[in-house]
């Protein structure tokens, strides 16, 4: 059971998992050092045919009964709690990499690239979609202090993961390209943090690179922020250059947490995710007093009462400690199998000491929604429990059951963007082996019903509606509403008039235009959301180096050519229609595979070739009323992804 999770967790070769778990029990190591022996050689990629694998295997079985960190030497004012926000692929993982091996909570080598993101969705994509904790040891001034370090994703879909690892610092590092200068979700990260109140340390990264230009960035910077360009640092996360400076800045400038020892214990989930041995792993900010393994702790979300089994600092695997202490950040186990027992947001505090409760976090906006179906019905209660696993750590997803006529029983999904679909998607196959139809993505709408009954009916006068099929009459509604956002666009100036007519074209209403040096403009649009929600950001980068009534028809007709043309072909003849309620509004035939039945008939009675037309007839209409029509599961998304002709 230990090597199949372990081999599912991390992909390491099934052979060698075996292998691996045949040494601990050598040792006589119980189950659970033996899964933490496990995921310590997979951290560490140990060789398994190297000439000392013994001896580091040797060490790595001992380290997991013998080392732990005595917690308490660390009082409040040492310990620093900071998170790396940046727009995407401006250097935060690599970064991470090396705060993690000047510390030493990693060994040295050329090896260590993007040891954070520990998803294999992360690794292929090249990008960081979970939240990732590390805690840090750096001596300053002779004095030894603990760094609580968050790795959050730069992709505006993921924008709730910043949001969440924010309430658990005082500090961040805000990380700049010295190439590419300020981008959009740099903007947007900095007001996170701003609204927030937390110390801002401004990092220019690359400076390493041919065409960097830190001056131009620092003034950008100075301009854009409002701060002043003496505080920011010029690094280069890939050669280590001034990476130092860094740490010494995150002592001296961010403060301490307001924790106090001395109060009965109170934590913050501020992250969780499903191990399938252990159950749910809860990643904790400690608010005031301390836990230790024993306490019988209560979850303020469901009044439980829980018994802590394990508990201990990311470095950046698990590593058990005795106690956590006010203003430390960790991970707790206590037991917790069922997924709805650790709500992220949910307060912990000691069984015979209540406290009052954190006040948790916002609700994440879901703007995209879209049908999940498993592809045979029989799968649907081991895809629902899937489901159920991965939004555990995924606060951001909402769910809803939903059915259909063609795809049976399934879920209407909401997510933050079509990039956090994808992800959700790929992380079910890969991680749960789950294969799943996705529809075709909506955005949600607003009507205001001028019906006495509808409006009895639902309650209120103004509903909400994420399914299509759902959608109410114009007859019975007095207006619609479309959701509306504010992007931001940082581009050449050079490109400023093809931008300006593709947000144009998009419905896109200009608020304001800024130039951030003599060469780049920073453009604000109001857009509706349906018109930028597909391919609008594909569109965008190759210009610069749903569901709205007027334009239903050719919409519906476009998407019913595409899904013909997507659709493989049967032994009969299926109807693809779009439809507003109950009026057709386009429809599009795929032509049956024919079959030449009076080939063989060289003249003869003409009756017999009758017979056989007639015969044939009646086998495909039998067929249309009986066949069903497989229906590939990445059709909805290739369809929407196609550029308009």
Not at 389 to 412: C, K
Not at 441 to 449: C, D, E, F, H
């Amino acid at each position: 059971m230990i090597v199949s999770v372990f081999h599912r967790w991390c992909g390491t070769p099934l052979p060698r998992c075996v292998f691996l778990f045949k040494m601990c029990r050598r040792k006589m190591l119980n189950y659970s050092t033996s899964y933490s022996v496990l995921r310590r050689c997979w951290m560490k990629r140990l060789p398994v045919f190297s000439n000392n694998f013994k001896q580091q295997f040797s060490n790595l079985s001992t380290q997991s009964d013998k080392e732990v960190i005595d917690l308490s030497k660390f009082p409040v004012d040492r310990i620093r709690n900071f998170c790396i926000i940046a727009h995407i692929d401006h250097g935060k993982s690599t970064l991470a990499d090396r705060l993690l091996e000047m510390t030493g909570a990693i060994a040295k080598t050329d090896k260590n690239k993007q040891v954070l993101d520990k998803l294999q969705v992360e690794r292929e994509r090249g990008i960081t979609v979970k939240a990732q904790t590390a805690s840090l040891f750096y001596t300053h001034q002779g004095q030894q202090h603990l760094l609580n370090l968050i790795d959050t994703p730069g992709h505006v879909d993921f924008s709730y993961e910043v949001s969440r690892s924010i309430s658990a610092c005082q500090g961040v590092l805000l990380i700049v390209d010295a190439n590419q200068g300020i981008q959009a979700q740099t903007v947007a990260n900095f007001y996170l943090a701003f609204e927030t109140q937390l110390t801002i340390i401004p990092v220019i990264n690359k400076i390493d690179l041919k065409n960097a230009d830190p001056e131009r960035v620092e003034s950008q910077i100075e301009k854009v922020f409002d701060i002043p360009r003496e505080d920011c640092i010029r690094i280069s996360a890939k050669l280590g250059t001034n990476v130092e400076k860094i740490l010494q800045a995150v002592v001296e400038r961010i403060p301490p947490p307001a924790a106090i020892v001395g109060d009965p214990f109170k934590a913050l989930v501020f992250d969780s995710n499903f191990d399938h041995y252990r159950g749910v792993v809860a990643n904790i900010a400690v608010f005031a007093g301390h836990v230790k393994k024993g306490d019988k702790i209560v979850s303020a979300h469901l009044g439980k009462t829980y018994e802590v089994n394990e508990l201990g600092l990311l470095r950046p695997e698990e590593h058990p400690t005795q106690k956590l202490f006010a203003g430390q950040v960790g991970y707790l186990t206590a037991g917790m199998k069922n997924v709805k027992e650790a709500q992220v947001g949910d307060t912990l505090y000691c069984k015979d000491q209540p406290v009052e409760a954190l006040p948790g976090f916002k609700p994440a906006k879901a703007m995209v929604f879209a049908g999940m179906y498993p592809v045979d019905q029989s799968e649907y209660p081991g895809l629902r429990s899937a489901i159920e696993r991965l939004t555990l750590n995924d606060l951001s997803v909402t769910v809803q059951t939903d059915s259909s006529l063609a795809l049976g029983a399934g879920w209407r999904l909401g997510f933050l963007g079509l990039l956090h679909m994808e992800v959700f998607n790929q992380r079910l196959e890969q991680e749960y082996n789950a294969s799943v139809i996705i529809t075709a993505p909506t955005v949600p709408y607003k009507a205001v019903l001028s019906s006495p009954k509808l409006i009895k009916e639902h309650g209120k006068e103004e509903i909400t509606v994420v399914n299509p099929a759902l959608f109410p009459d114009r007859s019975v509604v007095s207006e619609y509403l479309e959701p509306m956002v504010l992007g931001t666009i940082l581009a050449p100036d050079t490109y400023t008039g093809k931008i300006m007519t593709l947000c144009l074209s998009r419905r896109g209403v200009q608020n304001n235009m800024v130039y951030v040096d003599e060469h780049r403009v920073m453009m604000k649009y109001l857009f509706p959301l349906n018109e930028i929600v597909v391919d609008f950001y594909d569109l965008l980068k190759s210009m610069s180096s749903g569901y709205a009534r007027a334009r239903a028809y050719s919409t519906g007709k476009v998407i019913c050519e595409r899904l013909k043309d997507s659709i493989p072909r049967h032994l009969f003849e299926i109807a693809i229609q779009a439809a507003i309620g109950s009026k057709i509004i386009a429809r599009e035939t795929i032509k049956a595979y024919r079959k030449n039945v009076l080939a063989k008939c060289y003249g003869g009675d003409i009756t017999r070739k009758m017979k056989l037309l007639k015969k044939q007839a009646e086998g495909k209409k039998k067929m249309r009323r009986i066949g069903n029509v497989e229906v590939p599961k990445d059709v909805f998304l290739n369809v929407l992804k196609k550029k308009d002709k």
